[in-house]
């Protein structure tokens, strides 16, 4: 046999075997179906070993259930953390050497979003936001990752948390086989969300004062240069959203 074909003849080889091993671990992977906080019902892998992040920011979530490294599964996110959060990130990155490997797919749900990336990547699930949804359905990128065999799973922090959040925790932590973690999780949250309840209702609402919560302070570090236009820096310095008044409603 020839040199060249006895080289074409291995990489053929390694190739089909590499695929056998894939084949029979996504065989022998365990599935679980979920419903997500789209409403969604999601055959999706437990506890997977790949997932992608659509927003960087859903981190703080991951850490309370990965504890020993939040980053381990992580093989793709979105950089909004690492512009938006500078502080925690630095914070992160030190812990976390690896962490600043990860791949950075851009948003999901624009152009730019590195489909092949995400497959090559080997992700089995994709994490997305559901203030996001009518955008991932429009994209359709949730149908592109379906065909590739990916999971694709809303939740939710910020459009309605007060509702959510406890939701969220445990569906993560039903996928990631985290339970015990998002148990202790909810237990704190509810304790502590309790307490508040239990505090304000004594308060007369005539009493209450004026709340104002600034939805995401440094979000953009380039608002806070100086403008000609005073008044167009001060629109631009602070802002809310109009569904955090559940936090103050109370």
């Given amino acids: 046999m020839q040199p060249k074909q006895l080289i074409k003849g291995l990489c053929f080889a390694t190739a089909a075997i590499?695929?056998?091993?894939?084949?029979?671990?996504?065989?022998t992977a365990e599935t679980i179906t979920v419903t997500d906080i789209a409403g969604r019902s999601v055959e999706v892998e437990k506890n997977p070993e790949h997932i992608v992040l659509g927003e960087g920011r859903m981190i703080?979530?991951?850490a309370l259930?990965?504890?020993?490294?939040?980053?381990?599964?992580?093989v793709g996110w979105k950089d909004d953390m690492i512009l938006y959060d500078p502080d925690a990130w630095r914070k992160y990155e030190a812990a976390f050497s690896a962490a600043a490997d990860i791949a950075q797919l851009g948003s999901p749900y624009a152009d730019e979003w590195n489909l092949e990336s995400v497959i090559t990547l080997g992700a089995?699930?994709?994490?997305?936001?559901?203030?996001n949804l009518l955008k991932a359905q429009e994209?359709?990128?949730i149908e592109k990752l379906e065909?590739?065999?990916?999971?694709?799973?809303?939740?939710?922090?910020?459009?309605?948390p007060t509702a959510n959040t406890v939701a969220s925790i445990q569906l993560m932590g039903r996928i990631l086989d985290r339970r015990d973690e998002a148990d202790e999780f909810t237990d704190f949250y509810t304790k502590q969300m309790n307490r508040i309840y239990a505090t304000v209702e004594q308060i007369p609402l005539e009493d209450r004062p004026v709340v104002f919560i600034?939805?995401?302070?440094?979000?953009?570090?380039?608002?806070?240069?100086?403008?000609?236009?005073?008044l167009e820096a001060v629109r631009r310095c602070c802002q809310t959203n109009s569904n955090q008044s559940q936090f103050t409603a109370k």
């Fill in 147 to 160: 065909e590739a065999g990916i999971a694709t799973v809303f939740v939710d922090f910020r459009q309605d």
């Fill in 18 to 27: 590499a695929m056998n091993v894939a084949s029979a671990t996504s065989a």
């Fill in 60 to 62: 703080y979530s991951l």
């Fill in 65 to 74: 259930l990965d504890r020993e490294d939040p980053f381990a599964r992580v």
């Fill in 214 to 230: 600034e939805r995401a302070a440094g979000y953009n570090p380039n608002e806070g240069t100086v403008r000609q236009n005073r």
């Fill in 139 to 141: 994209s359709g990128i």
């Fill in 124 to 131: 089995d699930v994709v994490f997305m936001n559901l203030g």
